[in-house]
């Protein structure tokens, strides 16, 4: 009964690879969120979906794209993976009601090392 | 711009209290957030406060709140081993009132308890 669930939990690749990372939530909510982990455990927002439509695109490069197939599900595409790309992403969701209730719930995260 | 600002390591007993601080800048942050990162997992939301309160408490967990100072911080009763964690401090970002916006993180506090 996993609320926001996350596939894989670990990924390593080598440079210039294209990878996925797939998110999950279970809880009904409009609005999915990816945000990436430094390795000084700085969190920061990427992206956020509200019903399938972007909302946020944070200076990201444009070798990442997040694709909303339906509100239930935020993916994460990766283009020519560098080394730099090495974090913890984590997606979240929420209900999307646009109040500052708007509570975000995490999913475990997932590992990415580039080598 | 937004900004949270948290000191990165505090270390504790068992069985003190833990105190762990963050000032943000958005005087418009409407909710302020504590988030809990154990070793390896994803973000649990521990708990938030409206900011027209002073102080919420849950159990061993008290928030207070300085609106003036922009001072948020985070007291554990009686820490226990199992509290050693990440805690992060969040402010909603701008878009407030938007379904989508981001949580603004501090860079997290490492708490650390010794038995």
């Known amino acids: 009964d996993t609320a926001v669930s996350q596939t894989p939990k670990y990924l390593v690749t080598q440079m210039g690879n294209d990878k996925s990372i797939k998110c999950e939530q279970n809880?009904?909510?409009?609005?999915m969120y990816w945000y990436k982990q430094d390795s000084k455990k700085f969190l920061k927002i990427m992206f956020s979906?509200?019903?399938?439509?972007?909302?946020i695109n944070e200076t990201v490069p444009n070798r990442f794209s997040p694709k909303s197939p339906d509100k239930a599900h935020l993916n994460l595409h990766i283009n020519s993976l560098e080394l730099g790309d090495s974090a913890v992403y984590f997606c979240?969701?929420?209900?999307?009601?646009?109040?500052?209730?708007?509570?975000?719930?995490f999913g475990p995260g997932t590992r990415l090392t580039v080598l | 711009g937004e900004d949270v600002e948290q000191s990165l390591f505090l270390s504790v007993r068992e069985g003190d209290s833990s105190v762990i601080n963050c000032t943000y800048t958005?005087?418009?942050?409407?909710?302020l957030y504590w988030y809990k990162q154990e070793p390896g997992a994803g973000l649990q939301l521990l708990t938030y406060?409206?900011?027209?309160?002073d102080m919420k408490q849950d159990q061993r967990l008290t928030v207070l709140l300085n609106k003036k100072d922009k001072h948020l911080s985070l007291r554990i009763a009686d820490t226990q081993t199992g509290d050693s964690a990440i805690y992060f401090c969040a402010e909603t970002g701008s878009n407030q009132g938007q379904a989508g916006t981001a949580l603004i993180f501090g860079k997290g506090t490492t708490l650390s308890v010794s038995s």
């Open positions: 979906y509200n019903n399938k439509e972007l909302i």
């Open positions: 406060i409206f900011s027209n309160m």
């Open positions: 979240a969701s929420s209900l999307g009601t646009g109040l500052s209730t708007d509570t975000q719930y």
């Open positions: 809880l009904g909510h409009d609005t």
């Open positions: 958005d005087s418009s942050s409407t909710y």
